[in-house]
């Protein structure tokens, strides 16, 4: 009985701390956007070659002369978080998030009849958000005078996706 009340406890603690991280980060999130942005859009890929592997690639344009001070960080975009690059292309700035998965490759999984064995085998769980957010949806960081700030973005557009061809070797 004493081991169902510690599960219990254990339980309702983690609901409540989780709770209570999710309300602090979506307090974070700015009602007005730090700059003015172009139209956000998601683009999936995938690779010709097995080894390539396949991706998301989310595109977020902004005027430069408004960057000055601010310096967008990541994006949180369908489950998922990642780094933001900047490029520079006639007078804006297209911040890209790249969303790589692993490459098309099968990787060896060990089945046995011996469960130490098995236990080798490593099952990678993608890190949860804090945020939740429709498929249409995202959350930029970006940090304005030293503090990290979040705001979110309504409407990605998702482009049709591209299909890279396999690249062919010359055999002479």
């Known amino acids: 009985m004493k ?7 254990l ?3 983690f609901i409540v701390m989780t709770s209570f991280s999710q309300c602090s980060s979506s307090k974070n ?17 995938a690779g010709g070659v097995e080894a390539a592997g396949t991706g998301l690639n989310i595109f977020i344009p902004a005027e430069v002369k408004q960057t000055n001070n601010i310096a967008l960080d990541s994006v949180y975009f369908r489950g998922k978080a990642v780094k933001l690059e900047a490029k520079e292309f006639n ?8 969303f790589v998965s692993k490459p098309n490759t099968t990787k060896d999984i060990i089945i046995s009849n011996d469960p130490k064995e098995e236990s080798e085998n490593k099952i990678e769980l993608p890190k949860p958000i804090p945020f939740e957010l429709q498929d249409n949806e995202c959350v930029v960081s970006y940090i304005e005078n030293d503090e990290v700030k979040y ?12 299909n890279y061809p396999a690249v ?3 055999k002479r």
């Open 151 to 162: 705001f979110k973005i309504n409407n990605v557009v998702e482009r049709q996706q591209i």
């Open 29 to 45: 999130l700015q009602k007005q956007a730090p700059l003015s942005f172009g139209e956000v859009y998601c683009q999936a890929w």
């Open 11 to 13: 339980i309702i603690g």
């Open 3 to 9: 081991q169902v009340k510690k599960i219990a406890f």
């Open 91 to 98: 007078g804006t700035v297209t911040y890209i998030g790249r």
């Open 168 to 170: 062919r070797q010359n």
